[in-house]
């Protein structure tokens, strides 16, 4: 048996695991253009630099 003691002293909580699970969308703010998942080089449709790919969350989810 472990006899564990947490959250004694100055622990800090450990800040929460970003998953790269999550679902993410990416949309092109120069035409509109929607990428699910990774974000891409350039956008497929426009042509535009990633820099111009915003982060939007994916509805319904
Ligand atoms: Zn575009």
Do not use: H, Q
């Given at each position: 048996m472990t006899d564990e003691v947490r959250g004694v002293g100055g622990e800090k909580p450990e800040p929460e695991?970003?998953?790269?699970a999550e679902p993410m969308n990416w949309a092109c703010t120069v035409c509109g253009y929607n990428v699910e998942g990774e974000l891409p080089e350039?956008?497929?449709?426009?042509?535009?630099?990633?820099?111009?790919f915003e982060n939007v969350p994916i509805p319904g989810m």
């Amino acid at each position: 048996m472990t006899d564990e003691v947490r959250g004694v002293g100055g622990e800090k909580p450990e800040p929460e695991a970003r998953g790269e699970a999550e679902p993410m969308n990416w949309a092109c703010t120069v035409c509109g253009y929607n990428v699910e998942g990774e974000l891409p080089e350039k956008c497929p449709d426009c042509g535009a630099s990633k820099e111009d790919f915003e982060n939007v969350p994916i509805p319904g989810m």
